[in-house]
């Protein structure tokens, strides 16, 4: 098992490899998505932002960006692409109380162990009456059980999927992260029916599938998605 920060430095070299298209372009469209009516006008914190690429995505929506991450080959690539990042533990953030108006994390807060004290942290730096946007990956899900069938997959030369803490939760589970400060006002879930990746590239079903997940991760399906995000807002201060 390798330090988080490790693997993702291995990673990062080929990390964006294939990303600009098909499956993992159509999850990043539905996270980014599902922050973009928020971020006009706002101070916005991705926590865990690797290369960029949600950042990049919300370049449009015309927010204060910033990014934070623990790898340094992630960071160099996001800072190549003009965002303010810098290096930072989840669970120790070095920004203000109350310092941004939305914070959101997808694909990251399943690799750190101390989770609840990662929420925490997010919590503390949005300010009263702002968003957090939090995505765990969810046991029960056909996701996950590909994940158990198909064993470890190559990331880097010498690196697999397998060297890095990740951690699958069940939906009480996942409820239950959202900090006291915070009130769950939503739950997305994302990736319901894809069963295996390269289904995405298939030009028909790719479409079709593509169009299904868009139209179902609000609904009652979002149980089995193998992303669950919650939709949290910080409780006004009294």
Do not use: N
Request: glycine fraction near 10%.
């Amino acid at each position: 098992m390798k330090r988080s920060a490790d693997y993702y430095d291995a990673f990062s070299a080929g990390y964006e490899r294939g990303r600009d298209r098909g499956y993992h372009a159509m999850i990043d469209a539905i996270e980014a998505d599902t922050v973009a009516p928020h971020a006009r006008g706002a101070r916005i914190l991705e926590a865990g932002c690797g290369t960029g690429l949600i950042l990049d995505r919300l370049r449009r929506a015309g927010a204060d960006h910033f990014g934070a991450d623990l790898s340094h080959g992630m960071l160099r690539r996001a800072a190549a692409r003009g965002f303010r990042v810098a290096r930072a533990d989840l669970c120790a953030l070095q920004f203000r109380d109350g310092a941004f108006d939305v914070v959101y994390s997808f694909k990251v807060l399943a690799h750190v162990r101390d989770i609840r004290r990662a929420m925490e942290e997010m919590a503390r730096v949005t300010r009263p009456g702002g968003l957090i946007f939090a995505e765990f990956y969810h046991r029960f899900s056909l996701r996950h059980l590909v994940r158990v069938l198909k064993g470890a997959r190559p990331v880097a030369r010498g690196t697999t999927d397998r060297e890095v803490y990740t951690r699958y939760d069940g939906w009480v589970e996942i409820l239950a992260m959202a900090p006291p400060s915070c009130r769950i006002e939503g739950i997305r879930g994302v990736r319901i029916w894809t069963l295996l990746p390269w289904m995405v590239r298939i030009p028909l079903l790719g479409r079709a599938l593509a169009a299904l997940e868009r139209r179902t991760c609000d609904g009652p399906f979002k149980r089995f998605a193998g992303f669950v995000i919650l939709v949290m807002r910080k409780r006004a201060e009294p």
